[in-house]
Nanobody, 116 residues
Framework: QVRLVEFGGALVQPGDSLRLSCAAS????????MRWSRQAPGNQRELVAS????????HYVNSVKGRFTISRDNVKNTVFLQMHSLTSENTADYYC?????????WGQGTPVTVSS
């Protein structure tokens, strides 16, 4: 069964950096597009970044372009989200997700709080 476990969320100060990780199992990771999404309090969940199976193509929501980088390790079945210059607007629960079949599978999320 598909299993996604995110970790790395933390309380950080504005301007700090943070790297999130998502360990995946139960599906063919190295042929799957992986995504990071987030949900801030009171907001709908939104897609933050995606990466193709070979890691060659990435996409980002406009608000994080130039500050966030999605990457993956197809040996360790892990996808990462490196975040720089964090602001309070980045406060959210961050989820990795994948659709290896007709269903989108989500992890449990990891919380990121940016506050001074």
């Amino acid at each position: 069964q598909v299993r996604l476990v995110e970790f790395g969320g933390a309380l950080v100060q504005p301007g700090d950096s943070l790297r999130l990780s998502c360990a995946a199992s139960g599906f063919p990771f190295n042929t799957s597009v992986m995504r990071w999404s987030r949900q801030a309090p009171g907001n709908q969940r939104e897609l933050v970044a995606s990466i193709t199976a070979d890691g060659a193509i990435t996409h980002y929501v406009n608000s994080v372009k130039g500050r966030f980088t999605i990457s993956r390790d197809n040996v360790k079945n892990t996808v990462f989200l490196q975040m720089h210059s964090l602001t309070s607007e980045n406060t959210a629960d961050y989820y990795c997700n994948v659709r290896p079949d007709s269903t989108v599978h989500w992890g449990q999320g990891t919380p990121v709080t940016v506050s001074s």
